[in-house]
């Protein structure tokens, strides 16, 4: 890990002195335990600041699309930024989505692929220990030494604490990149896929209903999961805008639901399954067992695969005359 | 609603409000035919003429149900037929997920429809609504999505 990190310092002041790239976004460390935020380098001097380990959990792609707008209000010519980005596997599989959906140029990105054994997630490291507040943690590459608000200290193997998109993940290597660097991850768990999902199907209507109401209740409508998301950068979001006016600014219930069912359903055929979503959630909503539904549905109806090569086209802006429509009243 | 129509709708008074969102050119034309050739068929239907079923954005579906209608039809142009050659084809793939998330967060899947009807297929038009009308009838009024908060203009 510390090796890993060392080697993208170096090659990120490489690329910089060499102006093969303007600006890098890597992680850095944040003042709180268990996080990193993300920075932007702009030159070799700040190198230092990028740290790689076991808590970059954020999805970079994220900020990428904000680089390559224009800023508001510049007159004459300008030229979009040359943009440097580390990127794990669900990173570069967002970027391979920007891409295709035109937020960000090729030409102008510079990959720099890490392989990766997953993140941790630090509401699951808050459960181990028994505490809500972390003092302090240490991490390294099989352990995450924590010390909780209330004094209490714990050793938790790193295995035990992964997110739960991690867990699954199949893509633990950039699938897009300019350059790759550490150890090839280990191959990807033998696990079956979406059991949550199906084990939720599997429930009646109504305990599937009242599942969604006990967990969206406690929705605070903050809107963290949209903002974490690689996948939304519309300028104007359907949360906000008021002709038409999708939601209302109450806490009914119903205003949420509509707009879980809505973000969730812009995602369809879209989502990567980062889990940068859940990650972000204050209230530790799974919204990961909304996002898969779409993905199973969206494998298994259209056999499709969620941004893996700037090639295929995303699920649902194609389509093909035999689609199944099983579902329909009359078809 | 007066005694005698609520005697007319089998006494409790409750009829389902279904809002059917239709094609302009296949669709729509077929429900036009339906009353043109005097076909009976359901009520309960309100419906929303829209240029194509590709036209219709999954959250106008989720909205309605949210706003009080008891179940929602949409329909287009058979595949093949559409006016604007794909249209209904992706609608399609974005019905097929909106149905199976609707009834995996545990609303009813008997209130939300989907067919396609041609300019031709008047009877058939009416047919399909008795059908849909039946199936949301089946599962009462709805409850889980509807807004309980007044709206603040």
């Not at chain 1, 090729?106 to 809500?132: K, N, P, Q, T, W």
Request: net charge neutral; with cysteine.
């Amino acid at each position: 890990m510390k090796q890993v990190e060392e080697t993208l310092r170096q090659e990120v002041a490489k690329l910089l002195e060499d102006g093969t790239i303007d600006v890098f976004v890597g992680h850095e460390a944040a003042s709180l335990p268990l996080k990193t935020s993300p920075c932007f380098v702009r030159s070799p001097k700040e190198v230092d600041r990028l740290v790689w380990n076991r808590i970059c959990t954020s999805n970079l792609a994220t900020y990428l699309p904000q680089l390559f707008k224009r800023p508001v209000g510049l007159k004459g010519e300008w030229t979009p930024p040359k943009v440097g980005v580390v990127a794990k596997g669900c990173d570069s599989r967002s970027i391979v989505g920007l891409i295709k959906e035109k937020q960000i140029p090729r030409d102008r990105l510079f990959i720099i692929g890490i392989g990766c054994e997953g993140m941790i997630d630090r509401h699951s490291v808050g459960r181990a220990l028994g505490v809500v507040g972390l003092a302090d943690a240490k991490v390294d590459d099989k352990s995450v030494q924590v010390i909780g608000t209330d004094g209490r200290e714990k050793r938790i193997d790193i295995a035990d604490v992964l997110a739960a998109s991690c867990r699954e993940c199949q893509h633990r290597e950039a699938v897009l990149s300019n350059l790759t660097i550490g150890e090839t991850p280990s191959s990807a768990p033998e696990v079956s896929h979406y059991a949550n999902v199906a084990e939720f199907e599997s429930k009646s209507p109504q305990e599937r209903w009242e599942h969604w109401v006990g967990e969206l209740s406690r929705c605070i409508r903050c809107y963290a999961c949209r903002q974490a998301c690689p996948n939304c950068y519309c300028e104007e979001c359907f949360a906000e805008e008021t002709a038409p006016k999708w939601l209302g600014v109450t806490t009914d219930l119903s205003d949420v639901f509509v707009f879980h069912l809505g973000r969730a359903f812009h995602q369809a055929g879209r989502c990567v399954d980062c889990g940068a979503c859940v990650a972000a959630c204050p209230q530790g909503i799974d919204l990961r067992l909304l996002n898969q539904k779409i993905n199973k549905d969206v494998e298994e109806l259209f056999e499709a695969q969620v941004s893996l090569s700037l090639e295929e086209a995303e699920a649902l802006s194609s389509f093909r005359m035999e689609d199944d429509q099983s579902f329909m009243t009359e078809p | 609603m007066t005694k005698k129509t609520n005697e007319k709708m089998g006494g409790n008074g409750w009829e389902p409000r279904i809002v059917a969102f239709l094609c302009n050119w296949c669709s729509y034309a077929g429900a036009d035919l339906a009353g043109v050739s005097r076909i009976q068929y359901p009520p309960n239907v309100r419906v929303i003429r829209v240029p194509c079923s590709g036209r219709i954005n999954p959250l106008f579906i989720v909205k309605a149900l949210q706003t009080g209608a008891d179940g929602v039809l949409v329909s287009g142009c058979h595949p093949g037929d559409c006016h604007y050659i794909s249209g209904n084809l992706y609608a399609r793939r974005k019905f097929a997920l909106l149905k199976s998330l609707l009834e995996y967060v545990g609303i009813e899947p008997q209130r939300v429809h989907f067919s396609w009807v041609s300019a031709a297929e008047g009877p058939r038009f009416a047919e399909i609504l008795g059908k849909v009308t039946d199936s949301v009838r089946s599962v009462g009024p709805a409850s889980k999505m509807i807004k309980k908060f007044e709206e603040v203009a």
